[in-house]
Nanobody, 115 residues
């Protein structure tokens, strides 16, 4: 059974930083793509950043230059380093693991940025 557990969310002032973690179990983590998504109240869930099994990375335009996605295959963990946070980054952040045609999601972690 695949399980993803996010951590690292919290309350931070604008301009601050947070580091999110996503620990995976039940799957061969290194062979699969990982992604971070977010959903703000009243909005659709959107892709923030993704990293393939080979290390190819893409970011949403809104976070380029501020967020960094990475993965540690030895620890079965993906990370999202978020710097220069803005109030519009406030959302629930989810990680997703893609295995073939299936997608697995974590429970989400709240990030709140105060101005």
């Amino acid at each position: 059974q695949v399980q993803l557990v996010e951590s690292g969310g919290g309350l931070v002032q604008a301009g601050g930083s947070l580091r999110l973690s996503c620990a995976a179990s039940g799957a061969i983590f290194s062979r699969n793509a990982m992604g971070w998504y977010r959903q703000a109240p009243g909005k659709q869930r959107e892709l923030v950043a993704a990293i393939s099994s080979g290390g190819f990375i893409n970011y949403a335009d809104s976070v380029k230059g501020r967020f960094t996605i990475s993965r540690d295959n030895a620890k079965n963990t993906a990370y999202l380093q978020m710097n220069s946070l803005k109030s519009e980054d406030t959302a629930v952040y989810y990680c997703k693991l893609g295995i073939g045609v299936n997608s697995y999601w974590g429970q989400g972690t709240q990030v709140t940025v105060t101005s």
